[in-house]
């Protein structure tokens, strides 16, 4: 065989072997990448928290207007990186260790859905609230299983025993999502002035000088009016529907005035003025 042809067939057969090289690299690779995802992360490119990676640090606990809250605080685990947290655990309530058959909802007045990061000298809070003086029916709420998680189940103790009022119904456990304080411990101040007639005019208005102003959220609290027609309420952050009673107006007979939002450290200012008679 001429040496020419035998240089073409050694040449063709080297490039069909790198040929072949190169195509076997490109799917082993390829399939390398396919079986090896990336971590998942967040917006702020942490992993989400997950198994052991939090743990019940401490609990507080309060009442108003019948309500229970737990305040619950979740903090790293030992030796656990930092992780993310978003949105409302799922609740369970138990009684003792089973599954109450108490349904649970979203409060957003509890705490509102965004992501955080819990550090190491930074915790996360979840908070709950539960009428259970309206609670009609015999349970013992030993304990309430929060999942942060698929497979981060934390346990932190319930609001105890139950007392049945009257015929009332089985009102939900309210549930707010992470935050990084007790939310009822962030607290704004409303003020303004309660007036008859639509408002004050000049020689003729009018300011109511008794009565009470009433903000209903998740709790309701109350405020005198002054005799200047003034009141004043300390209450914690929220969206309120705001109601007015007063013997000068319709013998007493309650106004709905609308909504109003508070928010943490601020004075917000609300007129009331009552519609002519």
């Not at 969206?239 to 107006?249: A, C, L, P």
Request: hydrophobic share 35%.
């Amino acid at each position: 065989m001429p040496r020419t042809d035998r240089d073409s067939i050694a040449a063709a057969a080297t490039v069909a072997v790198l040929l072949a090289l190169a195509i076997g690299f490109f799917v082993v690779n390829r399939d390398d990448s396919s079986t090896t995802p990336e971590p998942p992360t967040t917006q702020t490119g942490l992993a989400p928290c997950g198994a052991g990676d939090l743990v019940l640090g401490q609990q507080q606990e309060d009442s108003a207007d019948g309500s229970s809250y737990v305040t619950a605080t979740l903090r790293l685990g030992e030796g656990a990186e930092p992780c993310t947290v978003e949105g409302y655990p799922r609740t369970i309530v138990l009684s003792d260790g089973r599954p109450a058959g108490v349904p649970t909802v979203s409060d957003q007045t509890l705490g509102r859905p965004r992501e955080l990061t819990v550090l190491p000298d930074r915790a996360a809070r979840v908070t709950l609230a539960w009428a259970v003086s309206h609670y009609c029916g015999a349970i013992v709420n030993d304990s309430v299983r929060l999942w942060l998680a698929p497979d981060l189940p934390v346990d932190l103790p319930g609001f105890g025993a139950t007392r049945c009022d009257g015929d009332e119904g089985r009102p939900p456990v309210r549930v707010g999502a992470f935050t990084y304080v007790d939310p009822r411990a962030e607290r704004g101040t409303v003020t303004g002035l309660v007036t008859l007639n639509d408002g004050p005019e000049p020689g003729t208005g009018e300011y109511a000088h008794s009565g009470q102003v009433e903000f209903t959220g998740a709790d309701t609290f109350r405020a005198p009016i002054r005799t200047d027609g003034s009141y004043r309420l300390s209450l914690p952050t929220g969206g309120y529907d705001v109601r007015v009673t007063t013997h000068q107006w319709h013998a007493g007979e309650r106004y709905y005035a609308g909504s109003f939002s508070v928010s943490s450290g601020e004075l917000g200012e609300l007129n009331i003025p009552l519609p002519a008679r």
